[in-house]
């Protein structure tokens, strides 16, 4: 495959208005200017309550790779993802952009709520730049891709949102695309549907297409990007490796925004409370993946009381539960007397994936929670120091056996 | 998934902040080929737009022409009630009040589409990339498709009450076209305005109401006055007198002053067309995304 740049972006720029009215009458006087034909020196200039909603962003992007752009909420991603698009125009540096270009910002999108499904994917194709007879052609691969063969000739306002969706990712997937465009459109599929569509950009991928993915998902992009955009205040503050990024991406959340948040999440008291929860590493300074660590935890109770058990439960930062431990005491549960307490939980060899995770939990008592918070702890996993792959491989010793020959089969 | 086409050298394409207007060659080019490549798109918005419209509505195609009904018939009772008098006119006063109305009708049409189209389509235009003109030409089918029903009841109503069109009926087709050409550019001139404000939209039925008062739909030509005066330089009217003249037989009066507006509203529309492609990226990044 050839190593063609698809995507050329250099020093791209663009503000954005954040009162209404003034902004409808810059855009009276942008539309002056650009009558004039006024080339863009003055647009390189703040007006009055304007802001850089992408200031200054450079980056390639060749034949058959996935860049992951990340970032906070209001970072200027879809921002740049619209001025890929062509969708409006940067105010200062250049896109260039080779090949047919698909994009997967708002699916279905164009949609006539009382069209059948059949109707409206021949509408869609064409707004996507595909003709009649290329969509025919199609037709049967897009309603199979989208799970859809029984609905097709209903309307689409009897779809659901993910069926929606579903479609318009068809359509736009199967439209032969050079650059694939991709912000969010993921997220409201169910799993399979999201599985088959990351399968189905990674062939797309190999076929030689370059795409770019918007996403808050880690796990997602580490699937699919090879690289990582990261983005702060419509700047780009890193472009490297997918690890480096989000790293960075991380220290970034936690030094502006999660030491802030609610001190102890939602909290549920009862004869019992965890006044704080500490986490060390027995082994080492970092808490990586794979060493051995101590969960402290010291709780105060006013007349004491008796709990069978203390569930600690691991959800990484998009949201997802990876792990609940739970420590018995053998069975016995705990006694707590009156007053302050402290116990510690070893967990060895920590099996989580280099990432930030919040740690909740709480002690039960007979299945019910007598004391829970959502949000304990926030728990930074780095990748393991000798390993430097990052992405999560846990090296445990593995016992093999053989190997055996099978008989009758030439395996 | 496997590709299907085979393509030739790819299409690269720059955005940049310049104005488009830098390089005029490159912009006529670009306009061209957006234009060829809208044809399909256009037909399958039309006919999206057409069958889902029907679709939902009880009356169906009755909608195409309700209002001018309406309007004739409320002329009608004026005049003859003695409300109001209107001088003679050469045409049976139902006739010329019902085929002016009709007209107008069309040429109003013409006029709302672009901006219609635009504001209908604004979800779709801030997260698709696809020719902008298509909008405008999917409007023009639209507007087509609602005239030919309006000119076959029309058509009826006429051969009912007598008139015969004769040989210049073959003419009818270009009066269409240029109530078509000029409504489409006065249309499209206001579109990039209205998209950002609203006022255009609220305030084109009522300034359209009060053109046609203006023009000679529903009264004939004034003969002397202020009015006369006004009457004569109204570009519209050579537009539906002529329209009317072709379709009931009359003999047309106001031919040079046709052919001229006709012209003077295709530079127009050529110059609207560049506006309104200027524009686009500047209103799309006003709404919301």
Redesign the interface.
């Known amino acids: 495959m050839s190593t063609e740049t698809?995507i050329k972006v250099e020093g791209v720029s663009k503000k954005?208005c954040r009162d209404l009215k003034k902004?409808?009458w810059y855009?009276?006087k942008?539309?002056g200017?650009?009558?004039?034909?006024?080339?863009?020196e003055e647009?390189s200039k703040l007006r009055a309550e304007e802001f850089w909603a992408v200031k200054d962003v450079s980056f390639q992007l060749n034949r058959g790779e996935c860049l992951g752009l990340i970032g906070r909420n209001g970072a200027g991603k879809?921002t740049l993802l619209?001025?890929l698009?062509?969708?409006?125009?940067?105010?200062?540096?250049?896109?260039?952009?080779?090949?047919?270009?698909s994009?997967l910002?708002?699916l279905g999108?164009?949609f006539?709520p009382?069209?059948t499904g059949r109707?409206n994917i021949?509408?869609n194709a064409?707004?996507?730049?595909f003709?009649?007879r290329?969509v025919i052609?199609?037709f049967d691969e897009i309603v199979t891709f989208a799970g859809l063969e029984d609905f097709i000739d209903s309307p689409v306002q009897n779809y659901s949102s993910g069926m929606h969706a579903r479609l318009g990712f068809s359509i736009a997937?199967?439209c032969?695309p050079?650059i694939i465009l991709i912000d969010e459109a993921l997220a409201v599929g169910d799993m399979e549907f999201v599985i088959k569509c990351i399968n189905?950009v990674g062939?797309?991928r190999q076929?030689g297409a370059a795409v770019v993915l918007v996403s808050h998902n880690e796990l997602l992009v580490r699937d699919v990007a090879q690289r990582c955009l990261l983005m702060q205040h419509g700047e780009s503050i890193l472009f490297s490796s997918l690890d480096d990024a989000f790293l960075t991406y991380r220290t970034h959340l936690t030094v502006e925004n999660v030491v802030r948040r609610v001190e102890n999440g939602l909290v549920r008291n009862g004869p019992i409370r965890v006044t704080s929860v500490d986490v060390e590493s027995t082994d080492s300074e970092t808490i990586h993946h794979g060493s051995d660590i101590t969960v402290k935890i010291i709780c105060t109770s006013d007349a004491g009381c008796k709990t069978d058990e203390f569930e600690l439960r691991f959800w990484n930062s998009s949201g997802q539960l990876i792990s609940t431990i739970c420590a018995n005491n053998s069975g016995y549960g705990f006694d707590i007397q009156a007053g302050a307490s402290r116990f510690m939980i070893k967990i060895s060899a920590l099996a989580l994936a280099p990432g930030r995770y919040r740690l909740a939990g709480g002690f039960k008592r007979q299945g019910q929670f007598q004391f829970w918070s959502t949000e304990l702890k926030q728990l930074e996993v780095a990748p393991t120091p000798w390993h430097n792959s990052g992405s999560g491989i846990l090296i445990l010793e593995a016992i093999v056996e053989g190997p055996i020959p099978v008989e009758g089969k030439n395996v | 998934?496997q590709?299907?086409?085979d393509?030739g050298p790819?299409?690269?394409?720059?955005?940049?902040?310049?104005?488009s207007?830098?390089s005029p060659g490159k912009m006529l080019r670009d306009m061209f080929r957006d234009l060829l490549?809208s044809r399909?798109?256009a037909w399958?918005?039309a006919v999206?737009?057409i069958?889902?419209q029907y679709?939902?509505a009880f009356l169906g195609i009755l909608w195409a022409f309700i209002l001018p009904l309406a309007n004739t018939l409320t002329w009608i009772f004026l005049c003859e009630t003695g409300i109001i008098s209107v001088k003679e006119t050469a045409l049976p006063y139902p006739v010329y009040v019902f085929s002016g109305s009709m007209l107008w009708a069309i040429l109003m049409d013409a006029v709302n589409a672009p901006l219609q189209q635009t504001n209908a389509a604004k979800?779709?235009?801030?997260?698709?990339?696809?020719p902008r003109e298509s909008l405008v030409i999917s409007g023009v089918y639209q507007t087509v498709f609602n005239a030919g029903i309006k000119i076959f009841l029309l058509l009826a109503v006429l051969t009912f009450l007598g008139i015969a069109p004769g040989w210049h009926l073959l003419l009818f087709p270009l009066g269409l076209l240029s109530l078509v050409l000029v409504g489409t550019a006065i249309g499209l001139l206001l579109t990039?305005?209205g998209v950002?404000?609203s006022d255009i939209g609220k305030g084109l039925p009522l300034l359209m109401q009060f053109l046609m008062y203006l023009t000679p739909v529903v009264f004939p030509m004034p003969k002397s006055g202020i009015a006369a005066t006004i009457y004569a330089i109204n570009p519209l009217t050579p537009i539906i007198l002529t329209s009317r003249n072709w379709l009931t037989g009359m003999p047309s009066e106001s031919l040079p002053g046709y052919i001229l507006v006709n012209i003077l509203a295709l530079f127009l529309l050529v110059a609207v067309w560049i506006?309104f492609r200027?524009?686009m990226?500047?209103?799309?990044?006003?709404m919301s995304?």
Do not use: W
């Open positions: 698809l954005f902004s409808l855009g009276m942008d539309l200017s650009e009558i004039l034909g006024h080339r863009h647009k879809t619209r001025m698009n062509g969708l409006i125009r940067p105010d200062s540096g250049q896109i260039k952009m080779h090949g047919r270009v994009a910002i708002a999108a164009g006539h009382l069209l109707e021949f509408v064409s707004i996507l730049g003709n009649h290329e052609k199609r997937v199967h032969d050079d189905c062939q797309l076929q | 998934m590709r299907t086409t393509k790819l299409p690269i394409i720059t955005y940049t902040p310049d104005s207007l830098v490549a399909e798109l399958r918005l999206r737009d069958s889902a679709r939902q979800a779709m235009l801030a997260k698709l990339n696809f990039p305005v950002l404000y506006l200027l524009a990226p500047i209103l799309i990044e006003r995304s």
